[in-house]
């Protein structure tokens, strides 16, 4: 049987967890529930279509061959019955991610099932995305709930192809650095296809089927109809010939062809040969990479005219850790002094010159040259003390909205009071569970990018708050790679800064980063660390706390003794402390533990003690779960009557508040019941409804395997 309250402890001892007065509604945690617990007021798993592809490339040009090209693989991939795989190589900035995306949004109604898409910054040698973070993503877009994924990286991607076996989907993974980057987000199903960007030739992926696809400069004419679309063809026309060596002098990249032209589109006074005699130089013609040299040259005098509040913000938005950010975070760092009075005017601006790519949902991208460029300019303009300043409103920024989306997924979490050095001024307000978890999902990757700027950075008071901050992230996610490197971040500052009780709560969410991702082992060690942190501060309750985490761990390991051990401790001191609910729930668990022995007895007993308790709290989870638990221990006890009695009552209450996956644990227990009173058809029914819970919520695993009883001859 599947250990459900040991998942829905959660943060448990991670944090005082009191609850006082009145409670109207559901009762439950969000943040402090760790697997097998799903809420109707929760948002549902991620779309089960999912539509992640950036929009359609705003200035895309020409590309006719390449596009044909592109055509010719998949049909021939679709006749053969297999997925289309495509590996486009070439420079920064010479147009990789816009023809992907140029003939993937062609091709969207041949691609019913969605399409993903995932930016692997294989720029960033030293940051590039773990496959153990995205494939997670995924899975949830896909519609896999959180809880179903499993945490080590070949259990991902068995599943991801099992999810993706009967879909036709696209998948873009963009900036990869490697083969081994991309292969488990391939698609296995035909029709299915997977174009991967690099500034590598990755040719190792010729061995998965992927046709090579190096790409070049526009040839001339289309570099010259795509300054054109931006300056106006008249203008071109009337000046042809000193066109022809402006987009020559930009070596025919598109990236530099396009912010040229809005240099040029700004300037209506210049004439098409005054840019290109200040872009042509003789360090071009010389360069090894002579299309950055171009690109500076034009950024550098497109920077040069800009406003100057909008010169201010686009150095000061060179300093954001990723390449996507919402406007929010640009009003943030605008408040560095000087201050950017217009910051939203600004953006519109950067955006005209092409210097930002706008994106859905008040969203803006940087292309990393064009990053890049941005941090050189702040580097030669800014003092040290505007740029210490403007990274420390990015890292804030991020902090305050993390507190306040974790404010209203956990709104029972008790937190430490924050510390900012640059407080929010009008601190961001999320109006629902949904929209937190939401914000989390979309900002994970600046999340863990803003905390590696902190520890780079030391700020240390900043490091380990953003890992408190982030645990519904991860409570939600299951993004273990990510999960346990940001919880031994924040545990290793706040332990610098001497700092107790911030590390106590963050050696408890390492060890249950650790259990979840299936290392059980390291998991008890950090916990025997927690625990010690704990009795430092004379803490009692969190002590029992973290001793119920390692009973579950134990749990997990099929140890019944030691677990039985962990509890029983754990009892004591929480009945000590006056954390009743807490001790009650460590019964049921005693009780569990008790009717697995045979000891029928005192299993009904210690059952019935954690119900009687619990039954006088507000509603919650809790209890349903004991009461599912006091059902099993029942049929172990050869009362399927009173078993039965229990099951039904609690699946009545998890329709209550709204619970789904839990019914899916319940249906199975009513199908034991059933069969051990002969009645195969109830049993088979049960059975039946259990595989429709489990695929409703995305638990894939669940449903297949009750899916193989069920096919099983009688």
């Known amino acids: 049987m599947r250990d459900s309250e040991g998942r829905a402890a959660g943060a448990a001892a991670a944090a005082h967890n009191d609850q006082s007065g009145t409670n109207s509604g559901n009762s439950v945690q969000a943040a402090t529930i760790h697997g097998d617990v799903y809420f109707g007021h929760q948002p549902a798993p991620a779309p089960r279509t999912p539509r992640q592809l950036p929009p359609r490339p705003r200035h895309f040009t020409g590309r006719a061959e390449q596009l044909a090209r592109l055509d010719a693989v998949f049909e021939r991939a679709d006749s053969e019955g297999v997925p289309g795989v495509v590996m486009i190589s070439g420079p920064p900035g010479v147009g990789k991610t816009s023809l992907a995306l140029a003939w993937l949004h062609r091709r969207i109604a041949r691609l019913p099932d969605g399409q993903l898409f995932v930016d692997l910054r294989g720029h960033r040698i030293h940051e590039p995305i773990e496959i153990s973070t995205v494939l997670p993503r995924f899975l949830q877009a896909l519609g896999v709930a959180p809880e179903s994924i499993p945490g080590d990286l070949a259990g991902q991607t068995a599943l991801f192809r099992t999810v993706t076996a009967d879909r036709r989907l696209a998948v873009l993974c963009d900036n990869a650095m490697s083969a081994a980057q991309v292969r488990p987000l391939i698609p296995v199903s035909p ?62 990249f598109p990236l530099a062809v396009c912010v040229g032209a809005a240099l040029l589109a700004s300037r209506p006074g210049w004439s098409v040969a005054t840019a290109a005699s200040l872009v042509i130089s003789p360090h071009t013609a010389a360069a090894d990479a002579p299309e950055e040299v171009s690109m500076n040259t034009s950024l550098d005098q497109f920077h040069d005219a800009l406003p100057a509040e909008a010169g201010r913000l686009y150095r000061r938005l060179g300093a954001h850790p990723g390449p996507e950010f919402e406007t929010e975070l640009a009003l943030a760092v605008a408040q560095a002094g000087p201050p950017v009075e217009d910051p939203g005017g600004s953006l519109a601006t950067l955006v005209e010159a092409n210097l930002l790519t706008a994106a859905p949902a008040g969203r803006y991208r940087f292309h990393d040259l064009i990053q890049r460029h941005a941090q050189s300019r702040a580097e030669a303009q800014d003092s040290p003390a505007l740029r210490a300043e403007t990274e420390r409103r990015v890292i804030d920024h991020y902090l305050a909205t993390a507190n306040a989306a974790d404010a209203v997924v956990s709104p029972l979490r008790k937190r430490p009071e924050p510390h900012y050095v640059h407080p929010p001024e009008s601190p961001r307000e999320f109006p629902d569970t949904a929209s937190g978890i939401a914000w989390f999902t979309t900002e994970h990757t600046n999340l863990i990018a803003t905390q590696r700027l902190a520890v780079e950075r030391e700020y240390d008071d900043a490091v380990w708050q953003l890992a408190d901050a982030m645990w519904p992230l991860f409570s939600y996610l299951r993004v273990y790679h990510d999960w346990i490197i940001s919880q031994e971040r924040g545990a290793a500052a706040a332990a610098r800064l001497g700092h107790l009780l911030g590390e106590a709560r963050l050696r408890m969410g390492l060890g249950i980063a650790l259990r979840e991702g299936g290392r059980h082992r390291e998991a008890l060690a950090v916990f025997d660390e927690a625990r010690e942190l ?103 006890a050869g009362q399927p009557a009173a078993a039965r009695a229990q099951l039904l009552e609690t699946l009545e209450h998890l329709g209550e508040v709204g619970q789904v996956f839990e019914a899916g644990r319940v249906h199975e227990a009513l199908a034991e019941v059933a069969a051990a009173s002969g009645d195969d058809e109830t049993a088979r029914a049960h059975l039946a409804r259990a595989e429709e819970v489990y695929a409703e919520v995305g638990a894939v695993p669940d449903a297949e395997r009750v899916a193989r009883g069920l096919a099983e001859p009688d």
């Open 534 to 636: 704990r009795r430092a501060l004379g803490d009692r309750r969190g002590e029992g706390n973290v001793l119920h985490q390692a009973g579950l761990t134990h749990r997990r390991l099929g140890d019944l003794e030691g677990a039985a051990a962990c509890f029983t401790e754990a009892v004591e001191i929480r009945g000590e402390a006056a954390d009743h609910w807490g001790a009650a729930r460590g019964r049921a668990r005693l009780g569990e533990l008790a009717s697995l022995r045979g000891d029928h007895r005192r299993a009904l007993d210690l059952l019935g003690t954690a119900l009687a308790t619990l039954g006088e709290a507000p509603p919650s989870v809790h209890l349903l779960i004991v009461r599912r638990l006091m059902g099993e221990a029942c049929l172990r």
């Open 191 to 252: 029709g299915s296809v997977c174009l991967v960007t690099s500034r590598w030739r990755l040719t190792s992926l010729a061995l998965d089927g992927a046709e090579m696809f190096p790409l070049g400069p526009l040839d001339t004419g289309s570099a010259l109809e795509l300054l054109g679309r931006i300056v106006g063809q008249e203008r071109v026309a009337a000046h042809a010939a000193a066109a022809r060596e402006l987009v020559t002098a930009y070596g025919r």
